[in-house]
């Protein structure tokens, strides 16, 4: 996804967070092939991090260097309940001296010109402690050399529900001033990107739902950057060539079994853009085999037809 993402516009990538001590145990052998590579295409290109031991964070930040990863994120954000229950993840949040102290372990093992960045929601929850800790961790963060940190305006306990709070991120950016703030949350379209950007002041957004079975919101973004007019959406044609070169590098870079069921994930979202989307995306769940693929693209991608609009179905 990082890759087609990056053919599409994307100006970096975010790789899925990995466990500190997955990175340690995996550092070598197959698994390391696909978890750790970064391909050419992909610069530059971060590593998030999850754990729970600054010194096992620090560590697989080494690692993840050496695998070619060009920065560091440090994941304080997942809203997931097993994850906070280990002490990992959005549970820094409530817990800011131990964010800060492994912003610091990370920071001293990483070289000078490494950069070094961070993911937060934007607190635990609405009570008024959350909100101090969130600064905390923001301002001591920038103070132990941060580069940047991404706001994702929902909270943990909000986890999906409700909208991202963007008039959260623009308080957050007007206290930073220069350091760099990157937006999170509700970004589904090309617009929506830039209005985050307006109506925030945030320097960059980083897009996630929005782009999942969908690179074309890459290019919509850069066509408006350019001062370009949209472009219209991908055509059913268009969007088999596309799928046809994801499933490749998919299985290129998971092999059959994983790279075929990671796959079937994002097809999924891709079908919203078919005019048939329902039919699609049930033919999509059904994909168990490689031959099945084929069946599916012969039966659906076959004749061209207008794209749809997959933003209604995106939530
Ligand atoms: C399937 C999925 C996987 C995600 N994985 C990560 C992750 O590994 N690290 C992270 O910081 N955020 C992760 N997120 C959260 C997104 O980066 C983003 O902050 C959040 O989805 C809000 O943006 P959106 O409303 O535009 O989707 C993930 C979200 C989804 C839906």
New binding site residues.
């Given amino acids: 996804m990082r890759v087609m993402a990056r053919r599409f516009g994307a100006g970096f990538t ?1 790789a ?2 990995m466990l500190d001590r997955f990175v340690l145990s995996v550092s070598r052998g197959r698994k390391a092939t696909r978890y750790l590579r970064v391909s050419d295409e992909d610069r530059p290109a971060a590593a ?1 991090l999850m754990g729970s031991e600054p010194e096992e964070f620090a560590q697989a930040a080494g690692v993840l260097l050496e695998a070619g990863f060009d920065w560091i994120d440090l ?1 304080f ?2 809203p997931v309940r097993k994850v906070i229950g280990k002490c990992r993840g959005g549970w820094y949040l409530g817990n800011p001296q131990a964010a800060l102290e492994v912003i610091d372990r990370v920071r001293e093992v990483l070289p000078p010109d490494v950069a070094l960045t961070v ?1 937060m929601r934007r607190g635990v929850d609405d009570s008024p402690a959350s909100r101090e800790a969130f600064f905390t961790i923001l301002e001591g963060a920038f103070a132990r050399g941060v580069n940047a940190v991404t706001v ?1 305006g ?1 909270t943990v306990k909000q986890r999906y529900d409700g909208p ?1 709070d963007w008039g959260f991120l623009r308080q957050v950016k007007a206290w930073a001033g220069t350091r760099l703030i990157f937006g ?5 379209t090309a617009e929506a990107c830039f209005r985050m950007m307006r109506e925030t002041g945030t320097d960059a957004v ?5 782009a ?1 079975g969908n690179p074309w919101i890459f290019s919509r973004i850069r066509a408006l950057a350019e001062n370009r007019p949209l472009p219209p959406l991908p055509t059913v044609r268009e969007q088999r060539e596309v799928l046809v070169e994801h499933l490749r590098l998919s299985l290129e870079t998971y092999g059959e079994k994983l790279g075929l069921r990671t796959m079937r994930n994002h097809a999924i979202k891709y079908a919203r853009l078919h005019p048939q989307y329902l039919d699609v995306r049930n033919a999509f769940v059904r994909v168990k085999r490689l031959d099945d693929w084929q069946t599916v693209l012969e039966r659906f991608y076959q004749d061209d037809a207008p794209g749809r609009d997959p933003v209604p179905d995106m939530t």
């Avoid at 980083?206 to 929005?210: D, L, S, Y």
Wanted: charged share 25%; glycine share 14%.
């Fill in positions: 975010f899925e967070v998030q994941n954000g997942c993911k994702h929902r991202s999170s949350g509700d970004l589904f980083t897009v996630a739902r929005g999942i």
